[in-house]
């Protein structure tokens, strides 16, 4: 239990670090992400994915499509709640 508090603890951190940067740009994916199969309890999953964005304020910027990524962080605390 100590190795998972420390997991959220991580993750918040990195997901307070990404969301809060320096970029002066916006943009949207639209994408919605379904599991394949679901998981089993105590099982978890990591996904990583480069994506193009397209750009919301194009007369602002000088590219009209932005790259990115996206990450996708699952755990299984019981056999039915992820």
Do not use: W
């Amino acid at each position: 239990m100590k190795s998972l508090a420390t997991l959220l603890k991580l993750c918040t951190l990195a997901i307070a670090l990404v969301t809060s940067g320096c970029v002066n740009s916006l943009v949207y994916s639209p994408s919605l992400n379904l599991p394949v199969e679901p998981l089993k309890k105590e099982q978890g999953q990591v996904i990583l994915g480069g994506l193009m964005l397209p750009e919301t304020r194009p007369h602002q910027s000088d590219e009209k499509v932005k790259t990115g990524g996206e990450a996708l962080l699952r755990y299984a605390f019981a056999d039915n709640f992820a």
